[in-house]
């Protein structure tokens, strides 16, 4: 639903001389720190990048990234709305009230992993991929029970064309979002339903990994 005037208005007056220092922390990523910022009509999730130097510009660019993604999946259910990179350096979402899938149990697991499966086919189709899914960090049971996919720092947007390499990677990391989800469901490959099985793939990373974690390397 686009904004009104009115709010997009109040939205880049924020932004004209914008600090964290001013807003409650509510979280803190590889790419910065995530402010709640809440004023008149706006409930807002702002992610700053954190550092100096090379550090802070690369922090910038990752969000640059991250707004691209949340740009192709605009209007999606299961998503946070994107209000904009303010500054080059300020990216405002939409908060959502709602606690981390770590924290929480849903009241109808089947419907809401159903939902979020999804999600993530739409994301995908939309030519995104989250490559992180198996975090259940990035994936909120909302206050209302339906899931949201969060934090998508480490998104990657398929470019139209003749792109051999980002075309392999987005490949790669649709089935890794798939994995993420299936672990998500069920906790372990080991448990995973007949009916959901086909959806797994496991790279050879996510296999020597395993391998290292089950010996304790």
Request: aromatic fraction near 10%; proline fraction near 4%; hydrophobic fraction near 40%.
């Amino acid at each position: 639903m686009p904004l009104a005037a009115t709010k997009l208005g109040d939205i880049h007056a924020l932004f004209e001389d914008f600090s964290t220092t001013r807003w409650p922390v509510i979280a803190e990523s590889n790419q910065g720190t995530i402010v709640r910022v809440q004023t008149g009509d706006l409930d807002l999730a702002v992610k700053t990048p954190r550092g100096r130097g090379i550090a802070w510009r690369a922090r910038r660019f990752s969000l640059g990234r991250e707004y691209r993604a949340y740009r192709r999946i605009e209007g999606l259910e299961g998503f946070p709305r994107c209000l904009g990179l303010f500054g080059g350096c300020h990216l405002a979402i939409e908060y959502v009230d709602g606690a981390l899938l770590r924290h929480a149990t849903p009241s109808d697991p089947e419907c809401f992993f159903g939902r979020l499966r999804q999600t993530i086919q739409a994301m995908h189709e939309r030519g995104v991929v989250h490559g992180d899914l198996k975090s259940r960090q990035n994936v909120l049971v909302a206050s209302d029970g339906r899931p949201v996919i969060i934090d998508l720092g480490t998104a990657l947007v398929r470019k139209p064309g003749w792109h051999p390499i980002n075309h392999w990677l987005f490949d790669y990391l649709r089935q890794i979002d798939l994995n993420g989800w299936v672990k998500l469901k069920y906790g372990s490959y080991d448990r995973v339903d007949e009916l959901d099985r086909h959806l797994v793939r496991r790279s050879r990373i996510e296999r020597i990994n395993n391998w290292a974690r089950r010996r304790g390397l």
